[in-house]
């Protein structure tokens, strides 16, 4: 699997991609750079990647799940509740497609301003 790192502001956070195609169109798109935009305990950001539901999409999701949000072309990274959460869940605003998982304690995140700079990039060996 292909490990990645996800930078944004001052915070950088490892993950290993997924066998999924949507995983394989951001494996293949990187690196990407965009803004962060947060939403609750949680950053996303867009991209310049299409990518349909995939069986399996689901809008809550496990502490350090990396998700693509299809519905408007961006990565997800929740690290807690949302406008939309059920009690303490990590719950999305629609279903995504999960297709990394977080090495590092994705909470560092809540550390994110909207506006910080955001990069995704292979990591180094």
């Known amino acids: 699997m292909t490990a990645i790192l996800i ?7 490892r993950a290993e991609l997924l066998d999924t195609p949507t995983a394989a169109k951001i494996r ?3 690196p990407i750079y965009g803004r962060v935009q947060t939403w609750g305990e949680e950053i996303y950001f867009t991209v310049a990647i299409d990518s349909a539901e ?3 999409a689901r809008d809550v ?5 990396i998700a693509f949000w ?3 072309n961006a990565i997800v990274i929740g690290f807690g509740r949302t406008p939309v959460s059920r009690g303490d869940e990590i719950r999305l605003v629609s279903p995504c497609n999960v297709w990394a998982r977080a090495i590092d304690d994705v909470r560092a995140f809540a550390a994110v301003r909207s506006g910080d700079d955001v990069a995704v990039i292979e990591a180094d060996s």
């Open 54 to 56: 995939e069986p399996g």
């Open 70 to 72: 299809p519905g408007g």
């Open 28 to 30: 293949d798109a990187l």
């Open 7 to 13: 930078r944004a502001g001052a915070v950088a956070v």
């Open 61 to 65: 999701m496990d502490l350090g799940d």
